[in-house]
């Protein structure tokens, strides 16, 4: 029994002609999402990149319910524009992460080779 007790078929012819009017609108998921909606998206998904340093793309798709591909391909959009870090390897990462991986590493390295 549906909700609004609407048949299906209504439903999506409707949300077919809001497509090819409204550029702004994507179908994604059997469900239409705004432009506005996927700029917040990236906005947020910034906002846990620079509060954890790090953040999985895998994770990332469970978090807001999407596909791995769709978020990889929201990511690229918004690499350098509003989210800001580095893509590398299925994950995001802050350049202070970047860096700081980089000094663990090298001071691992020196005190292997160092007595």
């Keep these: 029994q549906p909700v609004l007790n609407v048949d299906l078929s209504h439903i999506e012819r409707a949300a077919t002609t809001l497509l090819e009017r409204d550029s702004a609108l994507r179908l994604l998921n059997g469900q239409l999402v705004a432009d506005w909606y996927l700029d917040s998206l990236a906005e947020q998904i910034d906002a846990s990149l620079q509060q954890a340093g790090r953040v999985s793309v895998s994770d990332l798709a469970v978090e807001y319910e999407l596909s791995t591909e769709f978020v990889i391909d929201l990511v690229t959009r918004h690499l350098g524009r509003t989210?800001?870090?580095?893509?590398?390897?299925?994950?995001?990462?802050?350049?202070?992460?970047?860096?700081?991986?980089?000094a663990q590493m090298r001071g691992a390295l020196l005190a292997l080779v160092q007595p």
């Design 83 to 102: 989210i800001h870090g580095q893509f590398s390897q299925g994950a995001l990462y802050t350049p202070a992460h970047v860096t700081r991986h980089a």
